[in-house]
């Protein structure tokens, strides 16, 4: 899988951004490397708060799971 980060400079000479395919991954950085290693980092915390709050939803619940494998 590849994630597109859409990128900006501030005005403060920060780059701040965003993974397009997941809005909600958000950070910045001094530089655009340091963005694209923090919005990775935002993308799995992101993947990890999403897990734990969905797997709650099926506590008790006789449910089936199932790896998906993106290619």
């Given at each position: 899988?590849?994630?597109t980060?859409?990128?900006?400079?501030?005005?403060?000479?920060?780059?701040?951004?965003?993974?397009?395919?997941?809005?909600?991954?958000?950070s910045?950085?001094?530089?655009?490397?340091?963005?694209?290693?923090?919005?990775?980092?935002?993308?799995?915390?992101?993947m990890?708060?999403?897990?734990?709050t969905?797997?709650?939803q099926?506590?008790?619940?006789?449910?089936?799971?199932?790896?998906?494998?993106?290619v």
């Amino acid at each position: 899988m590849t994630l597109t980060a859409i990128i900006e400079k501030s005005n403060d000479g920060w780059y701040v951004g965003q993974i397009e395919e997941f809005p909600a991954a958000i950070s910045q950085g001094k530089s655009i490397e340091e963005l694209k290693a923090n919005l990775l980092d935002a993308f799995s915390l992101l993947m990890e708060v999403n897990k734990e709050t969905t797997g709650k939803q099926y506590v008790d619940k006789d449910v089936i799971r199932e790896n998906l494998l993106l290619v």
